[in-house]
Each structure stands twice: as structure tokens, then as C-alpha cells.
């Protein structure tokens, strides 16, 4: 059975970093491409960033490019996620989810989240 | 604002047959990229309904399809369920962009 399990989320001051990790079991993890969705209150979801199976390639959205950095580690099947001066817009949900081999391709399956609030 | 749109809301009885649409452009659906599609319940996992365009996962009721025609897809809805209450989103690439994108999302209310 495939599981996703994130963690990390949290309050955190604006201009301040916070790291999350997604733990996966069930499947092959390093064949995958995996990717990270988040969802702000009352607003819908919103693809954040994608890592290659391998971890060399990476993809990342317009609003956090420069600021988040998209890392796994294969030999303990965990993806990571360092996010760097945050703002009171990244306040959301971030879910972990499980893609194919390419990217852009379709999430079969998706971690329940964790909540990162940035505020003062 | 998403590059993919879809309508905010929607409603039905249950067992009727609702169509949630989802519309693109040329530099996305229309350029031959797949289109996927989730059902989201608040506080839950977003779950995989329909992938490259009209395939159901294992476990996904045939009362869900989708389609693709041009810049545009669609996923039905048959037989409406009050289960079936929940956030719907499409999700393709888009060139220009070099991005996943997701389409707004759709709130179904079953009445």
C-alpha cells in the first residue's frame, strides 16, 4: 500500500525558513517523480515544485523559484522541501504527492498535508 | 488567476448527471498535453479520478469518465451521489509556462 506521510509544517515569522519532509513507503521511490501541491485557505490547489526520481532535475513554480528548494533522499525514500523567506502567502496546506515517471504527468497518489502558516 | 478554467461551482440531485469542463488553450490542452483529474474533500488527500484524459484508476466507479476535444476536457458525473460532494480539479502542462498547472477547481453540491 502506498503512503505519504508529511511533516514540518508549522507557525513560522515572515522572512523566516522552515523544511518539510514526506515519507514514503509503498512503492518503488526512486523510479518516481515526486511533487509538491499546496493549497491557501479558501483558494484552490496550486503545483509548488517537481524533483526527477534521480533527484537531478527540478521544477519549480514562478512564486516560490529563487526562495524553495525541492530535495529528496532516495536511500530513506523522503522528499524535502527548504523554504526560505517565507511569506504570509505561502500560508497553506502542502501535500506530497507521488507523479510518474516524466514530469507533468498525473499524481496517483497524495500525502494528507501539513499545515504551514507564516505570520507575525 | 489559473491558465486552465473551470466553473466555480456546480449543483445536482442526486442521480442526475452532472459535466464539469475544463478550458485551456493552445499552449496547453490544446497542444496535446493530458489532462487529469482529482476529487478533493477538505482535510483529506486529494484522490485521482481520471488520468490521460479519459482513464479510470483501479477502484473508481464507472459513474466517473472524462474527455478531451480541442482546448477543452470534461469530466461527467453519473448518477449523482451524496458522496459525490467535493472539489474537483483538472490538471494538465502548460509550454509557455514550463508548469503543472491546475484548473481553478469546481465545488459540486448535491442537493
Known amino acids: 500500500e502506498v503512503q505519504l506521510l508529511e511533516s514540518g509544517g508549522k507557525l513560522v515569522q515572515p522572512g523566516g525558513s522552515l523544511r518539510l519532509s514526506c515519507a514514503a513507503s509503498?512503492?518503488?521511490?526512486?523510479?518516481?517523480?515526486m511533487t509538491w501541491v499546496r493549497q491557501a485557505p479558501g483558494k484552490g490547489l496550486e503545483w509548488v515544485s517537481t524533483?526527477?526520481?534521480?533527484?537531478?532535475?527540478?521544477f519549480y513554480a514562478d512564486s516560490v523559484k529563487g526562495r524553495f528548494s525541492i530535495s529528496r533522499d532516495n536511500s530513506n525514500d523522503t522528499l524535502y522541501l527548504q523554504m526560505n523567506s517565507l511569506k504570509a502567502e505561502d500560508t497553506a496546506v502542502y501535500f506530497c504527492?507521488?507523479?510518474?515517471?516524466?514530469?507533468?504527468?498525473?499524481?496517483?497518489?497524495w500525502g494528507q498535508g501539513t499545515l504551514v502558516t507564516v505570520s507575525s | 488567476q489559473s491558465v486552465v478554467t473551470q466553473p466555480p461551482s456546480m449543483s445536482g440531485a442526486p442521480g442526475q448527471r452532472v459535466t464539469i469542463s475544463c478550458t485551456g488553450s493552445?499552449?496547453?490542452?490544446?497542444?496535446?498535453?493530458?489532462v487529469h483529474w482529482y476529487q478533493h474533500i477538505p482535510g483529506t488527500a486529494p484522490k485521482l479520478l481520471i488520468s490521460?484524459?479519459?482513464n479510470r484508476p483501479s477502484g473508481v466507479p464507472d459513474r466517473f469518465s472524462g474527455s478531451k476535444s480541442g482546448t477543452s476536457a470534461s469530466l461527467a458525473i453519473t448518477g449523482l451521489q451524496a458522496a459525490d460532494e467535493a472539489d474537483y480539479y483538472c490538471?494538465?502542462?502548460?509550454?509557455?509556462?514550463?508548469?503543472?498547472?491546475f484548473g481553478g477547481g469546481t465545488k459540486l453540491t448535491v442537493l
Open positions: 504527492a507521488k507523479g510518474q515517471r516524466g514530469y507533468g504527468d498525473y499524481m496517483d497518489y
Open positions: 509503498g512503492f518503488s521511490f526512486s523510479t518516481y517523480v
Open positions: 524533483v526527477s526520481g534521480g533527484g537531478g532535475s527540478t
Open positions: 493552445n499552449s496547453n490542452i490544446g497542444a496535446n498535453y493530458d
Open positions: 490521460g484524459n479519459k
Open positions: 490538471q494538465t502542462f502548460d509550454i509557455s509556462l514550463n508548469s503543472v498547472v
